[in-house]
């Protein structure tokens, strides 16, 4: 089928490249012309494992291609996936404005029927609003559907997700529009559950705000975990056993963080409030998400005593392993607080260095985590990147001015830590 994707972020650039990949062909589109001549030069913008790969091979066959001109590829695509930026406002509302300009644009280049995909996350009820703006522009000459159908990969594992989906999510007003995108996820073996527009809309909210509440609800159990001498990785383990619980998504530590929980869950309660309803859960989830930065700083503080003048060394900056993305990263919060109280603060993250850089400018920045370690006072570890679960332990204790670790992320084994002379402190434990 001919598709396009509108926005080649971190979602849309894996949705072309995997559709493409899956034999459809596919024009990437986006505003960014730095951006376009990358992808159309072969080199991904982003760090996706195995993103580079997918996109030689879609060059190869000519199955997929990139242009900045959205109208062209209105004209030449059956279906049109609009996949965004919507980050937060002030008010923890969603903004739409990419998504509105989006519709605009395709409103001006429609000239046969199209069906027009949200798949960017977007308040409840967008579909309707991109459905009346270009009626409004149209003024209902050219037949067109919106459909929804929201998006559940992850960061780092995100080509693996959009081919391995648990369950594809349709929401449309037509037969005909179920008809064309059921062609378009043919090659896909997981259940298929097409609802209507504000239905599909909603699985993502409540879907991405599950995720961060499970979070939070272990977050929560590592405080008190703390205070009454249990070890919350052992309680997640208990817990996780029962088939009803699942031990996905209940490791404690610094917090969620990346482009989706912190906005999304934002974005839901606004939405709750403007239908009425007062959801003060989720509000507990955000605020329980905060309080872990500031576990964290007690934490190094207890060992420290004093911030000012300290040498600490931040090992993983991106909000998670094997992504560069550093929107809402633990680290930013983290690292700011910690300049502020006059530390001296240094970082090594395999990827995110780059990214980093640009919103933390005051950092210095090392290749390689044991030199990052000399000297310092104490190591504090906020991504889970593999490399660090295998740090030689006795290598970093001789490098280091004072024996301190504070595990934001419970990778390493306490007992191992304190075994090579570290004052050892996780999240809950
Ligand atoms: N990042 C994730 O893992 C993830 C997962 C599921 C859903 N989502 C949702 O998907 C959407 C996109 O997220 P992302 O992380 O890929 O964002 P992103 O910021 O990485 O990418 C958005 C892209 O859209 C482009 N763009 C903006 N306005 C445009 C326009 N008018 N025309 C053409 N291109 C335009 C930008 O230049 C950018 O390249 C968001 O709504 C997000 O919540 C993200």
């Known amino acids: 089928m001919r598709l396009s994707v509108i926005g080649t972020g971190y979602v849309g650039l894996v949705t072309a490249a995997c559709f493409a990949d899956l034999g459809h062909q596919v024009i990437g589109v986006d505003r960014d012309e730095e951006r376009i001549r990358a992808l159309q030069a072969g080199r991904s913008p982003i760090f996706e494992p195995g993103i580079e790969e997918l996109l030689a091979r879609g060059a190869e066959h000519r199955r997929l291609r ?18 965004v930026g919507t980050p937060s406002l002030e008010s923890g509302d969603a903004d739409v404005t990419a998504v509105a300009a ?16 949200e798949k960017s996350t977007v308040p409840v009820r967008t579909g309707e609003r991109i459905r009346d703006q270009i009626m409004l522009l149209t003024g209902g000459s050219v037949p067109f559907d919106i459909a929804s159908n929201p998006e559940f990969t992850r960061e780092g594992s995100a080509i693996y997700d959009f081919m391995h989906p648990d369950r594809i ?17 043919r090659p896909f073996d997981c259940p298929i559950l097409v ?14 705000a599950f995720l961060a509440m499970k979070i939070s609800y272990i977050n929560a159990v590592a405080n008190v975990c703390e205070r009454v001498g249990a070890d919350v990785k052992l309680v997640a383990e208990g817990m996780g056993h029962d088939a009803r ?33 007062d959801f003060r859960l989720l509000q507990e989830v955000a605020r329980v998400n905060e309080g872990q930065r500031e576990l964290l700083i007690r934490h190094l503080k207890d060992a420290l005593w004093v911030l000012s003048h300290r040498v600490v060394t931040v090992l ?4 998670k392993p094997n992504t560069d993305d550093m929107r809402e990263a633990p680290s930013v919060c983290v690292i700011e607080r910690l300049l502020r109280e006059g530390a001296q603060v240094r ?40 490399e660090f679960q295998r740090l030689d332990l006795m290598r970093l204790r001789s490098l280091m001015r004072r024996p301190v670790i504070v595990d934001g992320r419970n990778i390493l084994d306490p007992a191992k830590a304190r075994a090579h002379g570290f004052h050892y402190a996780g999240m809950g434990r």
Do not use: M, Q
């Open 316 to 319: 993983g900056l991106a909000f």
């Open 245 to 277: 619980i699942g031990r996905a998504f209940l490791n404690a530590g610094v917090g969620y963080g990346g482009s989706c929980f912190p906005k999304d869950v934002a974005a839901f309660v606004r939405i709750a409030h403007e239908a009425g309803y």
């Open 102 to 117: 989006v519709a605009e644009t395709i409103a001006e280049s429609l000239r046969d029927y199209r069906v027009i995909v």
């Open 66 to 83: 990139f242009t900045t001109d959205t109208a062209e590829a209105v004209r030449e695509s059956e279906v049109i996936f609009i996949t």
């Open 347 to 386: 970082a090594y993250d395999p990827v995110a260095e780059p990214n980093a850089r640009r919103l933390l400018p005051s950092v210095a920045y090392y290749d390689e985590p044991y030199e990052a370690c000399r000297g310092s006072d104490a190591v504090v570890l906020l991504t889970e990147w593999e």
């Open 169 to 185: 999510v349709i929401g449309v007003t037509s037969e005909r529009a179920e008809r064309l995108l059921r062609d378009v996820y």
């Open 195 to 208: 609802t209507n527009l504000a239905t599909a809309e909603l699985i993502k909210h409540a879907s991405n």
